[in-house]
């Protein structure tokens, strides 16, 4: 091939990488879709103190029955959630809803906890949580409501693992023939037609296919951040 043609192929690499990044970042598919819905929780009252606000609000519905009322702290540098057990449970899990100003859900947690008293524990949220709704999913051993969230496909792993496998070759030959432009000279063709170069495109493809078989092994298929556990440090009254 002639310099000409390899430069091609350079810059067409390059703009392809460019349009992977701008696909992953608007398709996001590694986004779980939420089923629930906001719903505005009556707040009860807000008690402020030297270093925190508190908003305590009720719970309405199906969680009413488990939860009475939960108390979002606010405080300089963290914020958290603490809920008032209607009574005591052997074991409940629920998921926590966090929605943005917006009222757009972001993140849902999902909390287990085991023989209760009546408040749970702290339970962290996310800085930029303005709103939060819970969803009992399991109360001592009777379910609930399993689907808070919709479980992200495995279809949707593969095709951004294939998305970023495709990229890091593309970076790789745009890096390497860079680096041949920039340091080749006269030679740089020469360099280009050599045997080892096409060895060196060979093994960038090899590394993107074992990145991509690397990424779906390593992917979590449920896509829930745990945050649960510390001490109780806020009491209801």
Not at 133 to 158: E, T
Request: aromatic share 14%; glycine share 4%; net charge positive.
């Amino acid at each position: 091939m002639t310099l000409f043609i390899w430069r091609i192929l350079s810059l067409v690499s390059a703009a392809l990488f460019v349009g992977g990044v701008i696909f992953l970042l608007c398709a996001r598919l590694l986004k779980n879709k939420f089923y629930h819905e906001f719903h505005e929780d009556e707040l009860l009252k807000t008690v402020k103190t030297s270093n925190s606000k508190n908003s305590i609000y009720l719970t309405t519905g199906e969680t009413a029955k488990f939860i009475k009322k939960y108390v979002v702290c606010k405080t300089t540098y963290d914020k958290y959630l603490v809920c008032n057990f209607a009574k005591k449970f052997e074991e409940i899990s629920f998921f926590v809803v966090q929605f943005n100003r917006r009222k757009r859900a972001f993140n849902v947690l999902k909390i287990t906890q085991r023989s209760t008293d009546d408040a749970s524990k702290v339970i962290t949220l996310s800085n930029k949580c303005r709103y939060v709704n819970i969803i009992i999913s399991r109360a001592d051993g009777i379910d609930i409501n399993l689907n808070a969230i919709r479980p992200l496909a495995m279809s949707r792993v593969r095709i951004h693992a294939a998305v970023k496998g495709f990229m890091l070759f593309l970076s790789l030959f745009v890096v390497r023939h860079t680096i041949i432009e920039l340091f080749g000279g006269i030679y740089t063709l020469q360099y280009l037609e050599n045997f080892f170069n096409y060895v060196a495109i060979g093994a960038a493809f090899l590394l993107s296919v074992i990145y991509y078989f690397i990424d779906v092994l390593c992917f979590r298929r449920k896509n829930l951040r745990q945050l649960n556990g510390g001490a109780l440090e806020y009491e209801f009254v």
